[in-house]
């Protein structure tokens, strides 16, 4: 992608390319970063390689680009600077697909890290609506499909960082293609399902140790 400054203080900035969609806290987490072994299917499952071509516009104030370093150096597990609000308009097949019906999915993510007794707390919102068409390469599974479907989410999210307790939950609900593997066909329905994660930063042997559990509905 390429990045524009629209601004000389730089809070104001556009990308142009194939980037993260502006959907969920995980979704835009790296996965160098990322602390679970797989991101969540409840909340992936909106973009499954977390990335598509599109537009995004994204305004991040000195002070919000700030906290963004600082949750981006040593062991925190930040999602880096996406801004505080994040608009994007983007083809929704997911990365490195063609676009396949000329209608674009438009999504925004708002977001706020604040420091609380020495921790930080980010909370965040978010959504997306579009149109999905399933291809013919996904359909080969031998599932049958209309051509094009609803697609479209909300969610939240908060997550304390490991400082040394963390703990981190996102959910969303909304409708869009679902296998129904009984009927051997693909449909449209709502959708709903999240997690809940906790999280300790511990040193043992000289060693930085950061153990989870994670609980999960889809």
Do not use: C
Request: charged share 20%; proline share 6%.
């Amino acid at each position: 992608y390429a990045e524009v400054l629209l601004d000389r203080a730089g809070a104001l900035r556009v990308r142009l390319g194939q980037t993260n969609v502006p959907f969920g806290f995980e979704n835009l987490v790296s996965s160098a970063r990322r602390l679970p072994l797989d991101r969540a299917d409840a909340l992936n499952s909106a973009a499954p390689t977390e990335r598509d071509q599109g537009v995004y516009a994204m305004w991040s104030p000195r002070a919000g680009r700030a906290r963004y370093a600082a949750l981006g150096a040593g062991l925190d597990k930040g999602t880096g600077d996406f801004g505080l609000v994040m608009l994007g308009a983007y083809d929704g097949q997911t990365a490195n697909r063609t676009e396949q019906n000329n209608n674009l999915h438009t999504g925004i993510r708002v977001a706020y890290p604040f420091p609380v007794r020495g921790q930080v707390v980010e909370a965040m919102a978010f959504g997306y609506a579009g149109r999905y068409v399933v291809t013919p390469t996904q359909r080969s599974a031998g599932l049958a499909a209309p051509r094009e479907f609803v697609d479209r989410r909300v969610g939240g999210a908060l997550v304390l960082h490991p400082r040394p307790v963390g703990v981190q939950a996102e959910w969303n609900v909304g409708t869009g293609p679902e296998a129904d593997v009984a009927a051997r066909t693909i449909v449209e329905r709502r959708l709903a399902g999240g997690y809940v994660q906790a999280a300790y930063h511990a040193r043992a042997g000289g060693r930085d140790l950061l153990p989870y559990v994670r609980a999960q509905r889809y």
